[in-house]
């Protein structure tokens, strides 16, 4: 099993910064996975989840379009953490935002990669 509890969301004005953060736990870290990558995903009102930012095992980063420049992914190995540092936020980044982990060392974007998910947390930007 793979336990994501994801902190660090909230209201931030246009312009704002947050800094999500995820720690990954469960046996499956150890025995069922010989490496792995994560992501962060977003979901906003009635649109569909997609990918913002992933970072594989060897520590290289993809980012989707919208969020290059602003966002940075990075993760402490050794503390299972996963981290997005969003700055120069907009409304249009107004979603949830999720933490999820697959089995191998590939970075991804593609939401259906992921088998295991946190439960989300709320970012809003608003003036």
């Known amino acids: 099993q793979v336990q994501l509890v994801e902190s660090g969301g909230g209201s931030v004005q246009p312009r704002g910064s947050l800094r999500p953060s995820c720690v990954a736990s469960?046996?499956?870290?150890?025995?069922?996975?010989?490496?792995?990558?994560m992501g962060w995903l977003r979901q906003a009102p009635g649109k569909a989840r997609e990918g913002v930012a992933s970072?594989?095992?060897?520590?290289?980063?993809v980012y989707a379009e919208s969020v290059k420049g602003r966002f940075t992914i990075s993760r402490d190995v050794a503390k299972t953490t996963l981290y997005l540092q969003m700055n120069k936020l907009n409304a249009e980044d107004t979603a949830i935002y999720y933490c999820a982990l697959r089995g191998g060392p590939l970075k991804a974007l593609d939401a259906q990669v992921y088998k295991h998910w946190g439960q989300g947390t709320q970012v809003t930007v608003s003036s």
């Open positions: 469960g046996s499956d870290l150890d025995y069922t996975y010989s490496s792995y990558s």
């Open positions: 970072i594989g095992r060897d520590g290289s980063t």
